[in-house]
């Protein structure tokens, strides 16, 4: 597919000159057997020194390139090569987005290539993208109208567990999701230190939020099925590479508003992120902004700086929510009186239990091990705020699907 539907394309009956670069004419067989025999295509062998150079142009050429996985680097390097040479010319990825040719995918979106060939789609769907690669002013995607709900999950200060919290809330949520909901739930790890999530979750991210920000006017389900990195229940990752430092300051509000419209709930996990560098932004679009604490004295006097810092519509709404956790109430305060002394709704209470770290350093999830712990148990009145799909007026109670949910999972003990 290509990553934009093909409906919203323009049409045109004028040939195009395609001008093909590969290591091997296999590829413009493939691409000759999907199009019109009017279209002509050149072929270029891109493993030959100065191809380049003897790039010849016509009106409406478009250049392809091979970025199935083993040709993508040296086609990423063609594309410089082109642009320092030709820099008016379009220019279309081809390959495909199975699985194994997800680095082909990725490495053509960091080089800037908008527009991608899948050679196992349909004929049309071929032909139109590169219809809409060579109309003079190619619309981007429409913004989807429907939108997820957006939830903040900020930890008041780093050590609060929220990468742990997200993990196993978000995977919870994606097993629970209403019957007959094709969309996913979608974890976005903005949090410090980079790539936490990915390691709780034991999966590789390729493609990461930076790289989603330089392509948000292209994003679309085939980019998000492709390129974003999935745990095995369904549930999407989206999270920094590792070893950034702090969050691009690029506005994501049109990022958002893409991701809201391909997932049915996104969680925004900011542990360890300092307030100031927190995009206004995802503050503007959260529809709740948890706050995750426990229950020491270093905590509560970060509690106190966040909520004086937050800005002033923030604090006014009604979308600031509390959670306590690693909760014990004979080493401080209660929950309740935490949350009353600084006027904030409590959504929940969980425990401390050493078990999570003990999972969490064999890279699994509480889920894997002790899918009847009490923390899980815990995170029960959270689910129905983050996803509403996971409990449906006409399904039964959030308490029994949850119960049913965590009883369907294999019981371990270790």
């Known amino acids: 597919m290509p990553f934009a539907t093909a409906r919203q394309l323009p049409s045109s009956g004028l040939p195009m000159n395609l001008v093909v670069f590969a290591s091997?004419?296999?590829?413009?067989?493939?691409?000759?057997?999907?199009?019109?025999?009017?279209?002509?295509?050149?072929?270029?062998?891109?493993?030959?020194?100065?191809?380049v150079q003897q790039l010849r142009v016509a009106p409406q050429t478009l250049v392809l390139l091979d970025f199935h996985a083993t040709r993508a680097a040296a086609s990423a390097e063609l594309v410089r090569q082109i642009r320092q040479l030709r820099p008016e010319l379009a220019m279309v990825a081809v390959g495909a987005t199975s699985v194994n040719q997800v680095e082909g995918v990725v490495t053509a979106l960091r080089v800037g290539l908008r527009?991608?060939?899948?050679?196992?789609?349909?004929?049309?769907?071929?032909?139109?993208?590169?219809?809409?690669?060579t109309a003079p002013a190619a619309a981007a995607?429409?913004?989807?109208?429907?939108?997820?709900?957006?939830?903040?999950?900020?930890g008041v200060r780093p050590g609060m567990g929220t990468s742990t919290l997200a993990a196993h809330l978000c995977v919870l949520a994606q097993q629970m999701r209403a019957a007959g909901n094709s969309q996913d739930v979608l974890l976005l790890d903005?949090?410090?230190?980079?790539?936490?999530?990915?390691?709780?979750?034991?999966?590789?991210?390729?493609?990461?939020?930076?790289?989603?920000?330089?392509?948000?006017?292209?994003?679309?389900?085939?980019?998000?099925?492709?390129?974003?990195?999935?745990?095995?229940?369904g549930l999407v990752l989206l999270d920094r590479a590792v070893g950034s430092e702090s969050l691009p300051p690029s506005d994501p509000g049109l990022l958002l508003k893409r991701l809201c419209g391909l997932f049915c709930s996104v969680l925004c996990e900011l542990g360890g992120t300092?307030?100031?560098?927190?995009?206004?932004?995802?503050?503007?679009?959260a529809d709740e902004i948890w706050l995750v604490t426990d229950g020491a004295i270093a905590s509560l006097v970060s509690l106190d700086q966040v909520l004086k810092q937050l800005p002033p519509g923030v604090r006014e709404g009604d979308r600031l929510k509390l959670i306590v956790n690693r909760n014990d109430e004979e080493a401080g305060m209660a929950a309740a009186q935490i949350a009353e002394r600084f006027?904030?709704?409590?959504?929940?209470?969980?425990?401390?239990?050493?078990?999570?770290?003990?999972?969490?350093?064999?890279?699994?999830?509480l889920l894997d091990d002790a899918p009847r712990d009490p923390y899980l148990r815990a995170l029960a009145p959270l689910l129905a705020r983050f996803d509403p799909t996971t409990s449906p007026p006409e399904a039964q109670g959030l308490r029994d699907r949850f119960a049913s949910a965590l009883s369907s999972l294999q019981w371990k003990t270790k």
């Open 141 to 154: 995607i429409p913004v989807a109208t429907r939108k997820a709900p957006l939830t903040l999950m900020l």
């Open 24 to 51: 091997d004419r296999e590829l413009l067989s493939r691409l000759a057997a999907k199009l019109p025999p009017h279209w002509p295509l050149t072929y270029h062998d891109a493993g030959f020194p100065g191809a």
């Open 274 to 285: 300092p307030l100031r560098q927190i995009p206004g932004a995802l503050l503007e679009h």
């Open 190 to 233: 903005m949090g410090q230190p980079a790539g936490d999530v990915a390691l709780y979750l034991n999966i590789e991210s390729r493609f990461h939020y930076d790289e989603a920000l330089r392509s948000a006017s292209r994003l679309d389900a085939t980019l998000v099925r492709t390129a974003m990195a999935r745990h095995p229940g």
């Open 343 to 365: 006027q904030l709704p409590l959504l929940a209470t969980l425990p401390e239990r050493p078990r999570l770290r003990a999972s969490a350093s064999q890279g699994r999830l």
């Open 115 to 133: 527009d991608f060939v899948d050679l196992d789609a349909d004929t049309e769907g071929v032909q139109a993208v590169l219809r809409r690669a």
